[in-house]
DNA sequence: GGTGTCATGTAAACAGTTACATGATTTT
DNA sequence: AAAATCATGTAACTGTTTACATGACACC
């Protein structure tokens, strides 16, 4: 799973510039990849080489000049082509666990700090998710379809912070 | 959150070879490295110089001769540092999501599919993280208390599944 | 006068994967 | 005869992050 193809997705709802990629991937919860410089204008080169992309420079004065990315025909159907290929699992990368697995030499007290602290980190989290959910900046909304399918996509990662917490406060009540 | 602390914890259960090592981390559902050579022999290769571990040669008939490696004081009382540390979040990287995130361009058959083969792809992957649990090879259990922090992540794991598995019907069901 | 927004890009470093390389023994 | 296990390591590549660099304008 590229960026590249992130990025053909949002242009697919609408022409922006590399900046207004950045912003939209930046803010987004699913598109896990942190929208750096670097990755945003080195894809976007390799798209127009691709010809999955064109762009067109559009001038301005008293701010910087821009390039404003739109998707090809050639681009969507590589998107078309690529959202129906087989889905890859998640992959979950929690490093707490990696800490809990060593974490028998603390004491209780320690250890329910930490799990505490890992509590009220996981609780905060998913609060500023609640929040982005209602916020919801960035949400094509062409058709009701569509709108249910990102309802989702927001819900999948509210679902998984929520069974996160969930989890940890059973296992904080089972070393009481 | 380095394949180090990873490496320390488990020379910190026993001493091991890099192959060792490989196999547990390989094998483990919530270490999250590949454990390909080159993450792992070059991570020993600084453990050393950090004055982490120690290694001892041992030569063998009729196998290549192997290096044990040995976490020394300095390294447990490192160990123990990062246990305390500051919990991270979990980094929950889903392609699925932004995959879905342009589906709207398929029809209703060609969603479900969609949907219908990543459910059954985390039913597979769940039921293989549940098979694991059950085998559980490499789990230490020194005290109680470790057997039941163990325990307790591989149930994270698991959850974590579960729940995906749950919101993919659930998505189904709405999609009707 | 400092900070934030708009807008582009590059350099260096680090992390991680795949594949290559060796070589003996054991199992299928 | 082929494949798997034991055991070490390297080379090349891809992906990702952090930091640097520029420059005008707007807001406090």
Known sequence: ????????????????????????????????????????????????????????????????????????????????????????????????????????QLNSKELDDLLSRYEAEISLHLALQEEKKRRSLYVPNRTEREACLWEMIAENIISSYRNELLWVQQLRQKLV
Not at 7 to 28: A, Q
Not at 86 to 104: C, I, R
């Open 1 to 104: 799973m590229s960026i590249k193809l992130a990025i053909l997705g949002l242009l697919s709802w609408k022409p922006s510039t590399g900046y207004d990629l950045k912003k939209m991937i930046e803010d987004s919860s699913f598109m896990h990849w942190s929208g750096n410089n670097n990755q945003i204008y080195k894809s976007l080169v390799q798209l127009l080489e691709d010809g999955w992309v064109t762009h067109e420079v559009q001038h301005q004065e008293s701010s910087p000049s821009k390039k404003i990315y739109t998707i090809t025909d050639k681009g969507l159907a590589e998107l078309r082509n690529w959202v129906d290929s087989s889905p890859e699992l998640p992959e979950l990368k929690k490093g707490f666990l990696t800490q809990l697995a060593w974490a028998d």
